[in-house]
């Protein structure tokens, strides 16, 4: 069985009592997870303090639930898929995460390593609820969100290894993800006054898909890949490192603040990540079809440079943006 078939939030396997107690769950749930990404902002030999703990209202809230109910919850298997609440836990650790700061790797590995961490969490809670009452029940909780813990420190142990620019005790600068407007993001990317042909790719479309949906309103065949976007039409959840890019596929790649800012960041601190996003890059210029445009911002020159003339053209300006956009042409 999928780890993901424990748990559902489709509306048909929610009846009462158990949907207000789910609401009431995943908000206890919310809150504790927001105390663990500011964690994040704080250097690790203070991870200890007080300031850190547990809320005990997370405690005395879950404790106080219908516990018929939330075990109901947790062992209903009729539906499985995107809306799992180990999956709603997963995405919004990693949104939160990623509101932190978004240069951080968080790949298929660590992936599962946080859905197992949920999993794990939320079958304790369930063995609690069910094994213990009254004072010991919440004596149970206590121990099972201690644990919770302790395996969450060790996650963010792992995500800060990915900045490894980061000293040993430094704080986690905030580098914030951002979405904006898609009049903003094509001026940006040189493409305000361009009627776009389609298929076009966004990569890092953001979490709305806001200009794939712009581009589909202006009848342009779009397509977006975020690692946070809601999967849904034209909107594809993923890794843009883990896309199957097909050699002439697109008329025009687009990334706004988002690849290119990635690449750069990875090239500035020469971390292990550099290699992989120069075989994305070759990826995605081959997957244009001839005469297709790949258009993004920041500008990427320390690899420009490397293109062959006989076979790209590329296009460099400046913008507001201090670091310019660039359009490379394939031309065969």
């Known amino acids: 069985m ?28 919310d809150l504790q997870m927001q105390r663990h990404a500011w964690l994040l902002s704080v250097p690790p030999s203070r991870q200890h303090l007080p300031a850190q703990a547990l809320s005990p209202n997370l405690l005395d809230h879950l404790a106080a639930l219908d516990y018929r109910s939330v075990v109901a919850l947790l062992n209903d298997r ?9 999956m709603w836990l997963t995405r919004t650790f990693k949104r939160q995460l990623f509101d932190v700061n978004q240069f951080m790797t968080f790949d298929a590995v660590l992936e599962r390593a946080v859905i197992r961490t949920y999993d794990r969490c939320l079958r304790d809670v369930r063995e609690a609820l069910v094994a213990h009452v009254g004072e010991a029940r919440r004596d149970a909780l206590l121990s099972v969100t201690r644990a919770h813990q302790r395996r969450g420190l060790r996650l ?7 900045l490894p620019q980061l000293r040993k005790d430094d704080a986690l600068p905030t580098v914030v993800c951002a979405q904006y407007a898609p009049e903003l993001q094509l001026m940006m990317l040189g493409l305000d006054g361009v009627r776009l042909r389609g298929p076009v790719l966004d ?14 309103e202006q009848d342009v065949q779009a397509f977006g890949v975020d ?14 490192h883990d896309l199957a890019f097909e050699s002439g596929t697109w008329s025009f790649v687009v990334s706004h603040m988002a690849f290119s800012n990635h690449f750069r960041h990875h090239h500035r601190h020469v971390t292990p990540e550099t290699r992989r996003y120069a075989g994305t890059y070759r990826r995605l210029l081959r997957s244009l079809q001839p005469g297709g445009i790949f258009a993004y911002t920041p500008s990427l020159p320390f690899v420009e440079a490397l293109l062959a003339e006989d076979e790209y053209v590329v296009t460099t300006l400046p913008n507001a943006d201090p670091f310019g956009f660039t359009h490379v042409t394939r031309l065969r």
């Open 2 to 29: 999928h780890l993901l078939q424990e748990y559902t939030l489709t509306p048909d396997a929610l009846v009462p009592p158990t949907s207000h107690v789910l609401l009431e769950l995943l908000e206890l749930l």
């Open 227 to 240: 690692r946070l976007v809601q999967p849904g039409d034209r909107l594809f959840e993923g890794d843009w």
């Open 156 to 162: 963010l142990a792992r995500l800060r290894s990915t």
């Open 78 to 86: 009729r539906t499985s898929g995107p809306f799992g609440l180990v």
């Open 203 to 216: 990569v890092g479309c953001g979490q709305d898909g806001r200009l794939v949906r712009h581009l589909h």
